[in-house]
């Protein structure tokens, strides 16, 4: 069973920085693809980055490319994303998710089989 817990979320003024983590277990990491989404209220889950394990290859959403980092580190099994620059309207429920695939660059949420729990992240203006 994979797991897959949030942490990092909190509230923020505009302009600033928070790093949100993803602690992953029970799973092996060969062929997985780990991303992150977020959901504000009454709005649409969104893609916001994804990274393939083996090589670290990521690839981002261009609303979020400039201001957001996605990584991870193999030896403690956790998924970061990195946000600078934040605005009222990065206010949503991050989620982080995982699944195992050797296709390219996955987007859709109904490609990931495995979700974490959210953290809420808002920004005040």
């Known amino acids: 069973q994979v797991r897959l817990v949030e942490s990092g979320g909190g509230l923020v003024q505009a302009g600033d920085s928070l790093r949100l983590s993803c602690a992953a277990s029970?799973?092996?990491?060969?062929?997985?693809?780990m991303g992150w989404f977020r959901q504000a209220p009454g709005m649409e889950r969104d893609f916001l980055s994804g990274?393939?394990?083996?090589?670290?290859?990521?690839y981002y959403a261009d609303s979020v490319k400039d201001r957001f980092t996605i990584s991870r580190d193999t030896a403690k099994n956790t998924l970061f994303l990195q946000m600078n620059g934040l605005k009222p309207e990065d206010t949503a429920v991050y989620y982080c998710?995982?699944?195992?695939?050797?296709?390219?660059?996955?987007?859709?949420?109904?490609?990931?089989?495995?979700w974490g729990q959210g953290t809420q992240v808002t920004v005040s203006s």
């Open positions: 990274i393939r394990w083996d090589d670290s290859s990521t």
């Open positions: 029970g799973h092996t990491f060969s062929n997985v693809v």
């Open positions: 998710a995982a699944t195992y695939s050797t296709a390219g660059k996955l987007t859709a949420g109904a490609m990931f089989h495995y």
